[in-house]
């Protein structure tokens, strides 16, 4: 099946640590997205990444890190320079392109972060 | 910069009724507009996209969306509301802030269904 794989599905973080939550689509898309969760505040934009070896920040990139070596993989760490982690973390993917402002996001299951 | 507002963070309707989930869009330029349904612990999935082929939008499990510039409004509607429908909505808008990339949501609104 094709799809958005996110794991783990619950990751407890300690003060100082860095954690790392894992994306993969077998979607072949070019375009990744990492958004944050907070209850009656929607989802915010943290990172995207349009093409491999490229991203952008989003609107609150601050305390977070990915990478893209791959087209396949979007991981993102949430740094200890993080103050407020605790939250649900959606990764979704989309076909990308020059034109993709009416192609839809295609989201994984989500991670659920919280401090210990 | 594009954004939308939704109206009500949360709506209570009786099996049967009329859904309706309001939402408000500010945007400079033609806008592509979403809705989004996230059910508990899961992914957000597509019910309809506004792309300006028609006014009158219809999606997935009989919602549909009417776009009106006028009011700068893209309100969801379903005519009878089943148990199902019990979620989350989200209204998105595309691009802003310079990207074609960036999707910007409301603050969603959650829907009960009564029996």
């Known amino acids: 099946d094709g799809g958005i794989t996110q794991s783990p599905k619950y990751l407890f973080r300690k003060e100082g640590q860095n954690v790392t939550l894992s994306c993969e689509q077998n979607l072949n898309h070019d375009a990744m997205y990492w958004y944050r969760q907070d209850p009656g505040q929607g989802l915010r934009l943290i990172y995207y990444s349009q093409i491999v070896n490229d991203f952008q920040k989003g609107d609150i990139a601050e305390g977070y890190s990915v990478s893209r070596e791959k087209k396949e993989s979007f991981p993102l760490t949430v740094t200890s320079a993080q103050k407020n982690p605790t939250a649900f973390y959606l990764c979704?993917?989309?076909?990308?392109?020059?034109?993709?402002?009416?192609?839809?996001?295609?989201f994984g299951s989500g991670t659920q972060l919280s401090v210990l | 910069a594009q954004s939308v507002t939704q109206l009500g963070s949360h709506v209570s309707v009786s099996e049967g009724a009329l859904v309706l989930l309001r939402c408000n869009y500010s945007s400079s330029v033609p806008p592509y507009l979403f809705w989004y349904v996230q059910y508990p612990n899961q992914g957000l999935q597509l019910l309809l996209k506004?792309?300006?082929?028609?006014?009158l939008v219809k999606g997935i499990n009989g919602f549909e969306a009417e776009f009106k510039k006028s009011e700068t409004s893209f309100h969801l509607t379903k005519p009878s509301a089943h148990m199902s429908d019990a979620a989350e909505y989200f209204c998105a808008v595309k691009g802003g802030g310079g990207s074609n990339y960036k999707l910007t949501f409301g603050k969603g609104t959650l829907l009960t269904v009564n029996p």
């Open positions: 979704a993917s989309s076909i990308g392109g020059t034109e993709p402002r009416n192609e839809k996001l295609f």
């Open positions: 506004y792309t300006s082929a028609a006014t």
